[in-house]
């Protein structure tokens, strides 16, 4: 047990976990909600009365840390795969396939070939003889490898959540020719439209949003309180990305250093991706020196820590603006959104939060935070799936698990030094007490005496 612990401790995680010796209970249904756009400091921001309930029955991850691009598809993929954008393909919400020459915008996106770089767990499920369901989950309408979920339902923003809702809620409870889906995927749109619109510093306007947001949380749990499904269900609320506050003081102006003729611009905004017309070089070298709040990378020179290299489909530029910061072309003085998406992963205001409750999850804790591709082993775990290979990792989020035993390891450790310490100290004093005995006389040694008398009593 100590050497688990100090290997844990080496490790850096946070804390240690061992599964009970409880028999495995046979998988219950599995609902995963995500709320596009849901800027994990929200929650602190924001009354969320029937959002804080949900979380307190189970678990909180205040912050996960989601993948680059921050953008909806790209991460909206990676929670149902597990991966980084470079592995599953979906990088930004405007592609181009140097292969096939064809162009990928997010209103136009059903076409196969984008999204079978990966499985999503809706299809992978189907394999354990599951039935699945999605509603307007992007890349959910697609027919991956000849497949979709057994239910799914297009996007379209004219559905109201209650009505998504109530379609989720009859496909996970089935009827009496079809067995209920045991994974469900739900989408809703806010309050990522209403963070574009109004910007996430807007008091008031977020305010109503994130009220509205709330309020279709507690429809959520009185639906499925109400169909049964509540206790005997397991509820992941998520998010995509965060939102970042957005300036007209704060536009970076391409035709200020380039003119379009020297490149084909694939994405814009943050981060923009681009294709030299001519000598590479001589492009990068004008925007490298654009402007301050901008960095440009060439592709092989992107940093590892973004994970965004390795696919055809990243183009041989990528411009990252500076939190808060817009790129646009033109001569614009216009800001295109008040509220925006799509920086650093590494930003806080880019960073959602994860909501878990149901039978196997533990009830009232709090993790500060977890990475966006563990929500996909996690999901396979409860499912008891066999994980396609991934970028995540169950360690991490082995401890929201009802079924898990986890140690706090600065508590652990400091507990471990606490007992070594206490001991040290005893064998010390012990020592000490033997060494004054042994320095003493010795009670039983005989005493040679000078006596003239030869008594042999006393040799
Ligand atoms: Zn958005």
Request: with cysteine; charged share 20%; proline share 6%.
């Amino acid at each position: 047990m100590l050497f688990k612990i100090l290997v844990g401790f080496l490790c850096g995680t946070a804390v240690l976990a061992t599964e009970n010796n409880t028999t495995h209970a046979a998988p219950v249904p599995l609902l995963l909600v995500s709320l596009d756009g849901f800027r994990a400091d929200y929650l602190q921001r924001f009354p969320m009365p029937n959002l804080q309930l949900l979380y307190r029955q189970g678990v909180l991850v205040e912050q996960l840390t989601n993948v680059f691009i921050t953008k909806t598809f790209p991460n909206h993929y990676s929670l149902v795969t597990g991966l980084y954008a470079e592995s599953h393909g979906i990088l930004a919400s405007n592609m181009y396939d140097p292969v096939s020459h064809k162009h990928f915008h997010v209103s136009n996106d059903t076409d196969p070939m984008w999204w079978s770089e990966a499985q999503p767990l809706w299809l992978t499920a189907l394999d354990y003889g599951y039935k699945t369901a999605t509603m307007m989950w992007p890349g959910s309408d697609v027919i991956i490898g000849n497949r979709t979920a057994t239910h799914f339902s297009p996007y379209n923003s004219h559905v109201t959540f209650q009505q998504r809702l109530a379609n989720v809620t009859n496909w996970i409870l089935g009827n009496d020719k079809e067995q209920g889906a045991m994974f469900a995927a739900l989408y809703w749109e806010e309050p990522d439209r209403s963070g574009h619109l109004y910007g996430p510093d807007n008091k008031e306007a977020m305010g109503e949003a994130l009220k509205a947001v709330d309020e279709n949380i507690g429809l959520l749990v009185s639906e499925l309180k109400q169909t049964g499904l509540w206790g005997r269900i397991n509820v992941l609320v998520t998010s995509d990305h965060g939102m970042a506050q957005c300036s007209a003081e704060r536009l970076i102006r391409l035709d200020d250093c380039l003119h379009r003729d020297n490149y084909t611009l694939v994405d814009l905004t943050p981060v923009a991706a681009l294709i030299p017309n001519h000598d590479p070089t001589a492009v990068f070298d004008l925007l490298n020196k654009c402007h301050a709040h901008m960095t440009a990378y060439l592709k092989k020179a992107i940093p590892e820590r973004l994970h965004y290299q390795n696919n055809k489909r990243i183009q041989p530029i990528i411009l990252l603006a500076d939190e808060g910061w817009t790129i646009v072309q033109g001569k614009t003085d216009k800001l295109p959104r008040l509220g925006d998406h799509g920086y650093d992963n590494s930003l806080p205001s880019m960073h959602p939060f994860l909501a878990a409750t149901g039978p196997s999850f533990r009830q009232g804790y709090q993790v500060s935070s977890l990475q966006s591709v563990d929500i996909y082993p996690l999901m396979c775990h409860l499912l008891s799936v066999q994980p396609r290979p991934n970028n995540g990792t169950l360690t991490r989020a082995r401890c929201m698990l009802a079924s898990e035993s986890c140690w706090d390891v600065p508590l652990v450790v400091s507990l471990v030094v606490g007992v070594l310490l206490a001991l040290t100290t005893i064998t010390l004093l012990f020592r000490m007490l033997r060494s004054r005995q042994t320095s003493g006389p010795r009670p039983f040694q005989r005493l040679h005496i000078d006596d003239d008398d030869d008594d042999p009593l006393l040799e």
